[in-house]
Nanobody, 118 residues
Framework: QVPVVESGGGLVQPGGSLRLSCVISKTIERTFDMGWYRQVPGNERELVAALAWNGENPYYRNAVRGRFTISRDNAKNTVYLEMNNLKIEDTAVYYC???????????WGQGTQVTVSS
């Protein structure tokens, strides 16, 4: 069972923007703190940003602070990640999950590939 579906990735030039979306299954009855994570092959999956269940207390890792914005629309069961001024080092597969990860149950989603390249 996969409780989330990520979308919105793509190929973008350095300095470009993307908006990722994460739709949470309606079978998840609670509202969880949520996070966006990313993984590069050969590396551990890392937390990029997180947001409390009520849309408060955003957290960003230092590398993305000031460029990325996490938000959510609980009425649509959707979490977003607005990414601006993208850098080559932002290239990764991006996933969403609860924060901490695993509270939703089931497996990680398929993620969405973000490639920043000139």
């Amino acid at each position: 069972q996969v409780p989330v579906v990520e979308s919105g990735g793509g190929l973008v030039q350095p300095g470009g923007s993307l908006r990722l979306s994460c739709v949470i299954s309606k079978t998840i009855e609670r509202t969880f703190d949520m996070g966006w994570y990313r993984q590069v092959p050969g590396n551990e999956r890392e937390l990029v940003a997180a947001l409390a269940w009520n849309g408060e207390n955003p957290y960003y890792r230092n590398a993305v602070r000031g460029r990325f914005t996490i938000s959510r629309d609980n009425a649509k069961n959707t979490v977003y990640l607005e990414m601006n001024n993208l850098k080559i080092e932002d290239t990764a597969v991006y996933y969403c999950n609860s924060y901490p990860a695993g509270s939703l149950g089931g497996d990680w989603g398929q993620g969405t590939q973000v490639t920043v390249s000139s």
